[in-house]
């Protein structure tokens, strides 16, 4: 891979990755801190992959999930889901990346969580360009729970641009634990490279109440949480696993380019962007209503954290980590996990239609909770399940 130097520490860093030799966007939508890890076998069956994290033998970020093809009625429910909520997620857009370009006096540097956050951040810079005449630059990098972030990716920015100029982007928040994560991160960071980066956090969607900058509070579905790769590029999860990442590398992903049949990428990124036009007016209402608002009302108060912890009490569980709060979370457990059980709010039934198709096809038992904190919230299983991952990236014992 191509290096660059950074000049203050004379490290030699490597070079981004750009569409069309790694990912599906084009180049000026997105460049990649990561290494392509090519043809490595890192897919393993569910039991095999857990049964590894469960000994405590590999963290969650070693080895990849096998990806595939969603069936026709899957892909009909994604396709729904992005007709019926494509405008409120340009309103979205609009309004958290307004709000981000005023705090950093209108030259932000984008840079996106992969993989959630990357379509994004690219729907962000597509907004501050298109709309407001604004060309962001926009890179995505990898963050890794129990690792932290990938400070190579980190070098490289602080090599690049002032600091104070770059803002990290996520699709989502659940409970709020990759924004601590990215706290913790960047507060080391700066504590072993003497730089400081900003730890604010700017979201679409903020169900956890867990960041000040964001789109909308609403736990509602953001298609791009119903797939996999095919709506991120063909990008895979971020992989970092020390017999293929050196220390002078950034985090790898691979490309999935036999997915190629099957990548709605451009298609999810081309119907919000239709959109932009028509919410201009909303988004302006909306802005000015933020900064309006007092302080307080937009800080985070960690409201989800503390209903998660009340989930885990009530249902016997003793154990955030097996509770997925949140739309994008809850579908995660039902493609990736062993899940136990799915709580919804009884009026969210129709938000989540692929949520209840999943739990129907994997019987996964589906309970009402009149006053859940969200939508749908995805319960692993505490007893059975070799997925689970703790704070550190590893499993954990669940208590019952």
Not at 55 to 74: D, H, M, Q, R, W
Not at 85 to 113: K, M, N
Not at 135 to 156: C, F, Q, W
């Amino acid at each position: 891979m191509p290096r660059t130097s950074d000049p203050a520490s004379h490290q030699v860093l490597p070079v981004p990755l750009t569409g069309p030799d790694f990912g599906s966007y084009p180049a000026e939508d997105v460049r990649w801190l990561l290494t392509d890890l090519g043809d490595a076998k890192l897919e393993a069956p569910t039991g095999v992959r857990e049964q590894a994290i469960q000994s405590g033998s590999a963290n969650y970020a070693e080895s990849l999930p096998v990806e595939y093809t969603p069936s026709a009625e899957y892909q009909q429910l994604y396709r729904d889901a992005l007709q019926r909520s494509g405008r409120r997620i340009a309103e979205a857009v609009g309004i958290v990346t307004d709000l981000l370009l005023a705090a950093r006096e209108q030259q932000p540097v984008l840079v996106s969580l992969a993989r959630a956050g990357t379509p994004v951040g690219i729907l962000m810079r597509r907004w501050a360009r298109e709309i407001r005449g604004i060309d962001v630059p926009h890179y995505t990098m990898s963050i890794v729970r129990g690792v932290g972030a990938d400070e190579n990716a980190l070098r490289y920015l602080a090599a690049h641009y002032d600091p104070a100029r770059i803002i990290f982007v996520d699709g989502w928040t659940g409970k709020g634990a990759i924004v601590r994560e990215l706290s913790i991160a960047l507060q080391r960071f700066e504590q072993t490279d003497g730089v400081t980066f900003k730890d604010d956090l700017a979201v679409l969607a903020d169900p956890g109440h867990c960041v000040g900058l964001y789109g909308t509070r609403e736990d509602y579905l953001i298609p791009s949480a119903c797939l996999n790769s095919t709506v991120s590029g063909l990008v895979s999860r971020t992989v970092f696993n020390r017999r293929l990442i050196g220390p002078g590398d950034f985090h790898g992903a691979k490309f999935y380019t036999g997915l190629r049949g099957s990548d709605v990428s451009g298609q999810f990124l081309a119907t919000v962007c239709s959109h932009f036009g028509d919410v201009l007016a909303t988004v302006d209402r909306g802005t000015e209503f933020a900064r309006s608002q007092p302080s307080h009302e937009r800080m985070p108060n960690w409201a989800g954290w503390k209903a998660v912890e009340g989930i885990s009490e009530n249902y016997g569980i003793n154990n955030v980590n097996l509770v997925k709060p949140g739309v994008g979370e809850t579908t995660r457990v039902l493609l990736r996990r062993v899940p136990w059980k799915i709580l919804i709010r009884p009026e969210a039934r129709a938000e989540v239609a692929h949520v209840l198709l999943l739990a129907e096809q994997r019987g996964v038992p589906v309970v009402e909770v009149t006053d859940l904190a969200y939508s749908c919230v995805g319960l692993i299983h505490p007893l059975f399940t070799k997925g689970a991952t703790g704070a550190d990236g590893r499993a954990v014992a669940a208590a019952l």
